[in-house]
C-alpha cells in the first residue's frame, strides 16, 4: 500500500505518460530535413521517452518504409511529425521578377563560392494529404503536427484508431484553436526552440512568446495536456517545465547534437562550441523563420526577408548554396539549426542524455521531500 501511494506521486507520472502510455514525460523533438533518425527515435522510446522522427520532407512510401523500421527497432510507443501547412501560398508560382530579386540578394554569397545559380524553383506540390494517409495506415502510438490542424476527418479517424494526436503552439491563441479542433496534446513551443517557429495564426515573427509564459497561459485557459518546448535540456528544466503545469517536456536541441541524429559532424561539433551562444531568427534558408545559429549570411540578409522565396521553394534556392558551403567548409553560409539553450549541452550519446535528464529531474524531485 505504502509503495503505491508513492509511485502515485513520482513526479513522471502524468496526463502525458498516461495517454502516450511512456514512462518517463520526455520527448525528443522529432527534427524534418533529415535530420531524424530510427536510432535516436529507438533510443529515446526504448528508454521509456517518446521517440519521434520529423518526415515532412518523405513521399508517403519513404513514411511507410520509415515506420516499418521504427517498429523493427523498438516496441514502445513513438512520434511521427508533419506538417499540416507544408508550403506557403506563394508558392504555388514565382514570378521571374520575384526571382531576379532573391538571386540579387544572393549574389555576392554564389559569387563567393563560385557557383552558379539554380534554376527558378518550379511550384511547389502539396504532399500532406498523402503522407497523412500513411499515418492512419501505419498507426503509430502518436502523430504530432506542426504549422496548422489536420481536418476534423482526419483527428476523428486517429481518435478511432487510437493515434494519440499533439498539434503544436506558439500563442496561447494557436492553442485554444488547437484545443477547439479537439487534439489530445498541446505543444507549448516557445520563443527559445531550435528549428522552424511553427506559427499558424499569425506571423511567426509577432508570435514570440517564451516557453514558460506560454506553458502558464495555456495552463490557465485550456485543459488539454501540456507539452513544453522550447529551451529544457535537462532535469532542472524537465522540473521547471513541470512545476508550471506541462504535463510533458519535449527536448529538440539537445537530442539533436547527440551522434544518434542525422546532423552533420561539424553541426553538432558547433552546437557544442562558443558559437552556440548566439542564434538568429532568420527565414533567409528556408523562406519560414527558424532559429539557428548566426552565421553571415543570416546576420547580412537581416530585416531584408521580404526578398527572399516563399516556403519551401527558398530551401530549393538554398541548396546548392548550402551544399558547395559544406563542400568548401564555408559554414557562415549556412544556418546549422539549433536553439538559445546549446551552450549549456553536454551529451553526445541519446541514451546518457535521457539517463541524465531522468536522473537529474528525480534529484530533484528527492530534494523536496
Ligand atoms: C533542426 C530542427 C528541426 C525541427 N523540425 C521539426 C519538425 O519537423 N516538426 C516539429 O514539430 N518540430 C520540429 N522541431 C522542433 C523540435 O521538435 C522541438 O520542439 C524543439 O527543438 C524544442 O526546443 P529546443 O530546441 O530548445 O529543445 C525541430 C527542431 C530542430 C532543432
Given at each position: 500500500m505504502g509503495s503505491l501511494i508513492k509511485l502515485k506521486v513520482m513526479w513522471y507520472n502524468t496526463k502525458a505518460t498516461e495517454l502516450l502510455g511512456i514512462k518517463y514525460p520526455i520527448l525528443q523533438g522529432p527534427f524534418g530535413g533529415n535530420l531524424s533518425t530510427i536510432a535516436l527515435v529507438a533510443t529515446v522510446s526504448n528508454a521509456g521517452g517518446l521517440g519521434g522522427y520529423g518526415a515532412y520532407t518523405l513521399n508517403a512510401p519513404e513514411i511507410f518504409e520509415v515506420d516499418k523500421q521504427i517498429k523493427a527497432a523498438t516496441n514502445k510507443p513513438y512520434n511521427i511529425n508533419l506538417w499540416v501547412s507544408d508550403h506557403d501560398h506563394a508558392a504555388d508560382g514565382v514570378t521571374d521578377e520575384q526571382y531576379e530579386q532573391t538571386k540579387q540578394l544572393f549574389k555576392p554569397y554564389f559569387n563567393e563560392l563560385s557557383i552558379p545559380f539554380p534554376d527558378k524553383p518550379a511550384p511547389f506540390k502539396p504532399r500532406f494529404e498523402n503522407q497523412v494517409q500513411v499515418i492512419l495506415d501505419v498507426k503509430p502510438k502518436v502523430f504530432s503536427f506542426m504549422f496548422g490542424v489536420p481536418s476534423a476527418d482526419v483527428l476523428e479517424q486517429c481518435r478511432r484508431l487510437g493515434i494519440v494526436t499533439v498539434g503544436a503552439a506558439t500563442t496561447l491563441d494557436e492553442a485554444i484553436f488547437l484545443d477547439n479542433a479537439g487534439v489530445d496534446m498541446i505543444i507549448a513551443s516557445?520563443?527559445?526552440?531550435?528549428?522552424?517557429?511553427?506559427?499558424?495564426?499569425?506571423s511567426a515573427e509577432t508570435s514570440t512568446t517564451g516557453t514558460f509564459a506560454l506553458i502558464q497561459l495555456i495552463k490557465e485557459k485550456v485543459k488539454t495536456p501540456i507539452i513544453a518546448a522550447g529551451g529544457i535540456a535537462n532535469g532542472n528544466g524537465v522540473a521547471a517545465a513541470l512545476a508550471l503545469g506541462a504535463s510533458a517536456a519535449q527536448i529538440g536541441t539537445a537530442f539533436l547534437a547527440t551522434?544518434?541524429?542525422?546532423?552533420l559532424p561539424i553541426h553538432r561539433e558547433m552546437l557544442f562550441s562558443d558559437a552556440a551562444k548566439y542564434t538568429t531568427l532568420s527565414r533567409a534558408f528556408t523562406g519560414r523563420l527558424g532559429r539557428g545559429l548566426t552565421s553571415r549570411v543570416a546576420k547580412d540578409i537581416a530585416g531584408k526577408e521580404t526578398q527572399v522565396l516563399p516556403f519551401p521553394l527558398q530551401t530549393t534556392f538554398m541548396s546548392a548554396l548550402r551544399k558547395a558551403g559544406i563542400e568548401q567548409q564555408k559554414w557562415d553560409m549556412i544556418l546549422f539549426w539549433g536553439g538559445q539553450i546549446a551552450p549549456i549541452l553536454k551529451h553526445t550519446k541519446a541514451k546518457e542524455l535521457m539517463e541524465s535528464i531522468i536522473q537529474e529531474t528525480n534529484v530533484y524531485y528527492n530534494a523536496l521531500k
Open positions: 516557445g520563443f527559445e526552440a531550435g528549428g522552424h517557429r511553427p506559427s499558424f495564426l499569425a551522434d544518434e541524429s542525422n546532423a
